[in-house]
Each structure stands twice: as C-alpha cells, then as structure tokens.
C-alpha cells in the first residue's frame, strides 16, 4: 500500500497493474484492505419483460443477436433459461386459476410452444425513461424475426427470482441425498452451440458407468452477453441414495470433473468468475502455459517466501491432476460428434 492520500483513476497504463495480479491470486499474493467504489444513480425506471422461444437453439441464436446491438442498447440484464428452469421460475410465481392456466397454455400452442421443450429469455431495463423506452423498440424487431412471444413483466421477474432461490435449492436437496452444483463458463460464439450439449452427453456417460441410481437433473442457462461471445451457467443434481458420503464425494466429483474436461475441450474457459480454487487448478494444465505456471510460482516464493498466505489456490494449489478417462472420454465425444 502507497502511504498518503489515495485516489482512483478509471484507466491508466503505467506498468503491471497490481490489482488484477493479487485479485487473481485468490488469496495467495495478498489480501485486499480496503477499496474506493465506484458509485452512479439509482436508475429512473425499472421494468422487467421476458419472451418465450420453441427450444432452447432459437433462444441462444436470438442472443446472439441481442448481442450485436451497441451496448448501450441491450437490456442491463437479458438471460436465456431452458425449459427446467422455466418451470421453476413459473412454480415461483405462484398458481392461478385452471381456467387461466388452459387458455394461457392454448394460446402459447397456437404459436408453436410447448413449454416442455421452451426457453424463455428473461430481461431488465433500468435508465432513464426514454433510454428504457429506446431498448424495448431495438428489441420489438429480434423477438419477430425469431419467432418469439413475448411473456409479459412478472414473467420476467419471475425469472430473476429463481436466482436468488436456486442456491437454497441446493442445499434442500441435501436432505435428500442429492448432491448439486452450478458450473459457469464463457463461450466464444462460434462454440457456444456445442459446450452444453457435450457436457450432458459426458455427464451422462459417466453416470452410467458409476451405477447410480435415478436420472441426473441437468440444466442450463445462459447469464451474459459479450461482443464475443456468452455465458452459460450449468446446473446438475445427483441422486446419491445408497452411497455412503464419501462414495457419493467422491463419484460426484468425478463426474464433475468430466464435465469441466468437456467445457474445455468442447471450447469453453476454465471460469468466468468463480475463479479456479482448488478443485478446479488440476485443469490449468489444460488452459495456461507451464511457463506461465512457473512464473506465478516465482512471484509467490518472492512477496511470500514464508507462505503466510497459505490459502493453496490456483497454481499454487497441491491437487492431483486431471483424471484422463475423462480427457479421452473428452477427445472421443469431440471426434464423433457429426455437428463438429
């Protein structure tokens, strides 16, 4: 730390920036003691809307195209859900009528909608009122050329809801012997169509080769949007039921591990912000040069020689490497797939 006065510059170019090395570091290069926010105005309006697509394809093709409009005029928040977590996003929001359920599930397949095989794209507009009004019109033309419905605002908020739930979910499938997890990962867009759909086929794969019991419960949504590409955030549940908990730790880390090998190979980086940790740094081999590793290592032995920052993440993690039935597994999933 600099002693004195302290300021904030929003960009500057004056040798290595320190912030992104300790931050990266995950705790192994130092600790962060106090920061300056950034701080801007609540935002005049707020208004959330959702559009209903047949599959989950169409929806991730009409973020593709959200995410060729200029930046500022995307929605502050457009995420695209599968049909799962469609359904729980409609169980948060509460039941109405069967009269109001029929019709409102006869008009949707009127227009090619089953909820069954839908996605649904959630979305937020916050700014000022014509800044809000501005989004919604550059958006009237993506949703018609895509065949899209539009859901309505407590659709929408709905959606957002489930976020907030979906971690407590988790930890109510405990009780049931399931264990759960997320996994997220940024996709450039010329990949972003494979990545899911290889991690349920190696998911899947090694469920069946371990004997377990029930159907694993595989979900996905895609959370942000970059000029190149997108986020998805994976969800699995695991039936354990039988096992005993260090069996089932140990089966569920392998199938997460075969899914993490399938997001790499499918194209997919190793995080996008939940960092490596430590069940994740067996996989840096597959993402950073040895020499990049070797570097990392230096630094540490140099600011910390005494290992007072002892939190073993990332390179400087001490984890088995990489199981490789899952990387061949991996490799052969890559190899026969007819869509490349």
């Known amino acids: 730390a600099t002693p004195g006065p302290q300021t904030a510059f929003g960009r500057t170019s004056a ?3 320190l912030p992104g090395l ?3 570091s995950e705790g192994c290069l130092g600790v962060v003691t106090s920061a300056i926010v950034r701080v801007k105005p609540l935002p005049e309006v707020v208004e959330y809307q959702s559009v209903l697509f047949t ?10 195209e959200v995410a060729r409009l200029p930046a500022a005029l995307r929605p502050t928040s457009c995420r695209l859900m599968d049909c799962k977590q469609l359904e729980l996003s409609r169980s948060i929001r509460g039941s109405y009528s069967g009269l109001k359920r029929v019709m409102e599930m006869a008009l949707l397949r009127a227009k090619g909608v089953r909820l069954e095989e839908a996605a649904a794209a959630t979305l937020v507009f916050e700014g000022s ?4 009004d501005l989004q919604r ?7 018609r050329r895509a065949g899209g419905t539009w859901g309505g605002g407590s659709s929408g908020e709905a959606g957002y809801a489930l976020t907030f739930a979906i971690a407590y979910l988790r930890d109510f499938c405990l009780d049931y012997r399931m264990l759960c997890e997320s996994m997220e990962t940024m996709v450039p867009w010329s990949s972003i169509g494979n990545v899911w759909r290889l991690v349920v086929v190696a998911i899947l794969a090694q469920h069946r080769a371990l004997q377990l019991p029930g159907k694993p419960f595989l979900s996905c949504r895609m959370t942000q949007l970059y000029d190149e590409g997108g986020v998805l955030y994976m969800y699995m549940a695991i039936c354990t039921a039988g ?9 569920f880390h392998h199938i997460e591990n075969a899914a993490r090998v399938a997001v790499l190979s499918a194209g997919g980086c190793l995080s996008h912000h939940h960092g490596v940790g430590k069940l994740r740094a067996a996989h840096l081999a597959q993402t950073q040069s040895p020499e990049l590793t070797d570097v990392l290592r230096r630094i540490k032995t140099a600011v910390d020689p005494q290992n007072v920052l002892a939190a073993r993440n990332g390179p400087w993690a001490s984890t088995a490497s990489v199981d490789p039935s899952c990387e061949a597994a991996a490799s052969a999933m890559l190899v026969t797939d007819p869509s490349g």
Not at 55 to 64: C, K, L, P, V
Not at 243 to 251: F, H, T, Y
């Open 22 to 24: 300790v931050l990266g």
């Open 15 to 17: 040798n290595t920036a």
């Open 129 to 132: 009122r014509a800044e809000v």
């Open 55 to 64: 599959d989950w394809e169409t929806g991730s093709a009409w973020m593709r």
């Open 137 to 143: 019109r550059m958006l009237g033309p993506l949703v």
């Open 243 to 251: 096992l005993s908990p260090e069996a089932a730790l140990k089966a």
